[in-house]
């Protein structure tokens, strides 16, 4: 039979480590299209709090993105949105993806404001916006 002492070490290291990772949210994953042949995946790990001031917060992922498509990305722009538990859309930034050969994964830090903290996240595509004749519009 083994002496308690050498029982307790093993059963706090698992204790400790069981809820440390039961402490961090999983990764939430987006793949875009939505519908159809997916193209691009992006993984957001969890969002950390760097500064704010008031109720408006700042926060930063790590990210990646995947390109799923047979083709090289060029250039593609979204809309990242975040939203509170209920379901109020309290954040926005812009994600840009450049140069992305097939298969291809590509990580970043992405930082956004919120007037709260994150529960979930959408994502739209940004398409650019048409001119009319030969001046943008304003």
Request: proline share 9%.
């Amino acid at each position: 039979m083994l002496p308690r002492r050498s029982l307790r070490f093993p059963l706090a290291v698992f204790l400790l480590a069981s809820y440390s990772y039961a402490k961090d949210p999983p990764a939430q994953v987006i793949v875009w299209p939505d519908t159809g042949t997916p193209v691009l995946r992006f993984t957001f790990a969890k969002f950390k709090e760097i500064g704010g001031v008031g109720n408006q917060r700042t926060f930063m992922t790590e990210t990646t993105a995947q390109n799923l498509w047979t083709k090289a990305i060029a250039n593609s722009n979204f809309s990242l949105y975040l939203f509170d538990k209920s379901k109020t859309r309290i954040g926005e930034t812009t994600i840009t993806v450049n140069n992305v050969a097939p298969g291809e994964t590509v990580k970043f830090q992405t930082t956004i404001s919120a007037s709260g903290p994150p529960s979930s996240l959408g994502m739209v595509a940004k398409y650019p916006r048409r001119r009319r004749g030969p001046f943008p519009s304003l």
